[in-house]
């Protein structure tokens, strides 16, 4: 499964700066479809703390589903960012991972 440069920027881009968006479509490469379609045998979240992060102007998956999606972490955190926060806000992005791994490592025996 390939997406074209167009529906990228798009769908995955849209609060990048234009030499972000065209340096990421240059890189993206086509996903096996087995990623979509093969079932899922072992599932962190079921043995791990997780945090989920909502990135709440996405538009692939919108906000609404990954809200649905994050039911099963221990924490969800959100970011006002669309798909792509390691571009569009990274020093944002760093302080939820780290403030993520702190929880993990509090909760954790």
Do not use: I, Y
């Given at each position: 499964m390939a997406v074209g440069g167009a529906t990228a920027a798009h769908a995955l881009y849209t609060d990048c700066t234009e030499d972000q968006v065209k340096s990421s479509i240059a890189r993206l490469t086509p996903e096996h479809v087995a990623t979509?379609?093969?079932p899922m045998t072992v599932a962190a979240w079921r043995?791990?703390?997780t945090t989920y992060l909502v990135t709440e102007r996405d538009l692939?998956?919108?906000p609404t589903a990954q809200r649905s999606m994050s039911a099963q972490a221990t924490?969800?955190?959100e970011i006002?960012?669309?798909h792509s926060p390691m571009y569009s806000h990274?020093?944002?992005l760093a302080r939820l991972l780290n403030a993520a791994i702190d929880r993990a490592n509090a909760a954790s025996p």
């Open positions: 979509f379609l093969t043995e791990r703390p692939a998956p919108s924490w969800t955190v006002d960012s669309g990274p020093d944002e």
